[in-house]
């Protein structure tokens, strides 16, 4: 099984991309427990905190080198000391490979 953070987005366009609730275990497993799954939505998030701002927005301006390198874009809600992202498909309205693939990468940034 290849790690999710040496994977690379690819587009999504169809419900070919949905994942099984299979894999869906699976890739959330391979996050460990900070991202979690939304029972209500197709969305995966964590929150993030920090020391003061400006290690916050350090934190996002790392996230925002990723996604624009993986071309997928999370939901991105930011305070003082605090930073919640949150995943999802929009192109199939659910959770694709792709979210995984950027959680995984941001939380080898975290390390």
């Given at each position: 099984?290849?790690?999710?953070?040496?994977?690379?987005?690819?587009?999504?366009?169809?419900?070919?991309?949905?994942?099984?609730?299979?894999?869906?275990?699976?890739?959330?497993?391979?996050?460990?427990?900070?991202?979690?799954?939304?029972?209500?939505?197709?969305?995966?998030?964590?929150?993030?905190?920090?020391?003061?701002?400006?290690?916050?927005?350090?934190?996002?301006?790392?996230?925002?080198?990723?996604?624009?390198?993986?071309?997928?874009?999370?939901?991105?809600?930011?305070?003082?000391?605090?930073?919640?992202?949150?995943?999802?498909?929009?192109?199939?309205?659910?959770?694709?490979?792709?979210?995984?693939?950027?959680?995984a990468k941001i939380n080898q940034i975290t390390h």
């Amino acid at each position: 099984m290849t790690n999710l953070a040496d994977q690379q987005c690819t587009p999504v366009k169809t419900s070919d991309g949905l994942l099984t609730a299979q894999q869906l275990e699976q890739y959330l497993n391979q996050l460990g427990d900070l991202w979690l799954l939304d029972p209500h939505s197709p969305v995966i998030c964590r929150e993030f905190r920090f020391k003061d701002y400006y290690q916050t927005i350090a934190f996002v301006n790392k996230v925002a080198d990723i996604i624009h390198q993986q071309d997928h874009h999370p939901e991105i809600h930011i305070s003082y000391n605090r930073c919640l992202i949150e995943f999802t498909t929009h192109s199939i309205n659910n959770l694709s490979l792709n979210d995984f693939i950027c959680a995984a990468k941001i939380n080898q940034i975290t390390h």
